[in-house]
């Protein structure tokens, strides 16, 4: 049996086949148009999918560590290159080397030493550096104008100590100075009175040493 043409509400009578033929290309548009986004969001998804695979996949692992600073290597080759005795700080394994070669202050070349906690949670820092025919006034230019509180003997030798503001300073708390022959030596930091006097011991020999190289 032949199906009836399609009442449309709207005009209150069958379709005509244009009509028909208009509304079924409109459905199919609007159907193929629903297609392509869906299609669209399945392929960003895909995409994505892939991506996190692939980052997934890529092997991170950690920076290899930092080869270790010989300070008694650098300092034999300042002291070849400079013509001169060079200090060489014995730390105990509570503090790892950051830094070591020669800086310029004001005017003076120093053998300088930098230091920092091996524990990555401590805070503090120590510098020790051997400032080269050093002027009187040089550690004060190191240490910000700051002038020596009183003096303090270590193993024989005695040394200017300093108590600084760590605001005025640059994050320097302490320091201990003293004359190695015509050089100057100057310990200087962040850290605790113990750790600045077992520093001090560690060049004592040295200074001795220099000191009498410059009789």
């Known amino acids: 049996m032949a199906r009836e043409p ?6 209150g009578r069958p379709e005509t086949p244009d009509e028909t033929a208009d509304r079924k290309a409109e459905s199919s548009r609007i159907y193929r148009s629903s297609q392509n986004v869906r299609n669209l969001i399945a392929a960003l998804l895909a995409t994505l999918a892939v991506v996190v695979v692939i980052i997934a996949a890529v092997p991170r692992g950690t920076p290899p560590p930092r080869e270790a600073i010989d300070v008694a290597s650098v300092a034999e080759g300042v002291a070849t290159s400079e013509g001169r005795t060079v200090i060489t700080p014995e730390m105990s394994d509570a503090w790892i080397v950051n830094r070591a070669g020669v800086e310029g202050d004001g005017g003076v070349r120093a053998f300088t030493v930098v230091y920092a906690p091996a524990d990555e949670n401590a805070r503090g820092f120590l ?18 104008g700051s002038a020596p509180q009183d003096t303090v003997t270590i193993d024989g030798i005695t040394w200017e100590r300093y108590e600084l503001d760590p605001d005025r300073t640059g994050n320097i708390s302490v320091a201990l100075a003293t004359d190695a022959g015509a050089d100057t030596v100057l310990i200087y930091g962040a850290a605790g009175a113990d750790a600045l006097e077992d520093t001090a011991r560690s ?8 000191r009498e190289e410059a009789e």
Not at 6 to 11: P, W
Not at 136 to 142: F, H, I, L, Q
Not at 203 to 210: S, Y
């Open 127 to 144: 510098r020790v550096a051997q400032g080269f025919d050093a002027d009187e006034a040089w550690e004060a230019r190191v240490l910000s």
């Open 6 to 11: 399609r009442i449309v509400a709207e005009l």
């Open 203 to 210: 060049v004592t020999d040295q200074i001795t040493a220099l």
